[in-house]
């Protein structure tokens, strides 16, 4: 079974960039359609992108597509998640999740069974 761990995140300002990464072990990154999700105080967690297990495809939320971008190092197996041109929007905890389902409902977090322990990201205007 694989576990997760996030690092990365901190204290940005508005239009400045954070790299998050989510190290990876027990299995490797291939197996799984990797996924980072976020939650900010008071709302449900909400998906941010995703990278497919096969072909490395990717998908993003509408709120962080064009800035966001989602990426996999099988090396290192670990999973990326670039964030430029950030807003205070985008303040939340986010946290990297594993799943193998063959499913097109990437976006539900139901979808993955195991999860990190988060990482916070704020970020000021």
């Known amino acids: 079974q694989v576990q997760l761990a996030e690092s990365g995140g901190g204290l940005a300002q508005a239009g400045g960039s954070l790299r998050l990464s989510c190290a990876a072990s027990g299995n490797t990154i291939r197996a799984y359609n990797m996924a980072w999700f976020r939650q900010a105080p008071g709302n449900e967690r909400e998906f941010v992108a995703v990278?497919?297990?096969?072909?490395?495809?990717?998908n993003y939320a509408d709120s962080v597509k064009g800035r966001f971008t989602i990426s996999r190092d099988s090396a290192s197996n670990a999973v990326y998640l670039q964030m430029n041109s950030l807003a205070p929007e985008d303040t939340a905890t986010y946290y990297c999740?594993?799943?193998?389902?063959?499913?097109?409902?990437?976006?539900?977090?139901?979808?993955?069974?195991?999860w990190g322990q988060g990482t916070q990201v704020t970020v000021t205007s």
């Open positions: 990278i497919r297990r096969s072909g490395g495809i990717t």
């Open positions: 999740a594993a799943g193998q389902q063959i499913t097109s409902a990437l976006r539900e977090s139901g979808m993955y069974h195991t």
